[in-house]
């Protein structure tokens, strides 16, 4: 049972709202915003938001800092179908891994290729690797955890600006854990 009826859904209307952190909204200043502080560069990466049942996600092959309400693809999150699908874009190939991410009950997703994300997910991979191999499992006040490679970090400023976590209230602070999963990406 689908959770939303396409049919009674007008696809035009999951994209218009004035309200500036409506999703279809939010996207396309986050992607210009990522963009001019270099962390996402020309089509690389993609960005998604889930908002109550629908997916909004932004679409393959466009410059991030050019991406519109109108790019934007929604998907039914419970049947994986698309509500809304721009005749003349594709959907982000970075789906699966957001698909992934909001199963494990993210609310947002960034897949950004940037060179300070790649470096930390190398880390995260190589002190996996020495921690499996029998070498010691922290490493500069950042932990890595299992196969799936697990980011996590305390005792840093910037972490006091990230929420606990959906239906809790507040923000982390200095002395707490932020705890980010790695998954893993794929050539395509």
Request: hydrophobic share 35%.
């Amino acid at each position: 049972m689908s959770s939303t009826d396409p049919a009674a859904i007008d696809p035009e209307a999951l994209i218009i709202s004035s309200d500036l952190e409506h999703p279809s909204n939010l996207i396309p200043a986050l992607c210009k915003a990522f963009y001019n502080l270099g962390w996402v560069t020309g089509t690389g990466g993609g960005t998604s938001i889930r908002h109550g049942p629908h997916i909004y996600i932004a679409p393959s092959g466009v410059q991030k800092e050019k991406i519109q309400p109108k790019d934007m693809f929604v998907l039914d999150y419970a049947t994986r179908t698309y509500l809304r699908r721009p005749e003349i874009l594709k959907p982000s190939a970075c789906t699966p891994l957001f698909l992934a991410a909001f199963d494990r009950g993210a609310g947002c997703c960034i897949h950004t290729h940037s060179q300070w994300a790649v470096l930390v997910t190398l880390l995260v991979e190589r002190d996996t690797k020495q921690s499996v191999n029998g070498g010691d499992r922290r490493a500069g006040g950042a932990e890595m955890e299992g196969a799936a490679g697990v980011f996590e970090i305390e005792e840093i400023e910037q972490i006091k600006g990230i929420g606990r976590g959906r239906g809790k209230e507040g923000s982390l602070g200095y002395f707490e854990r932020l705890r980010m999963p790695i998954i893993e990406n794929t050539a395509q």
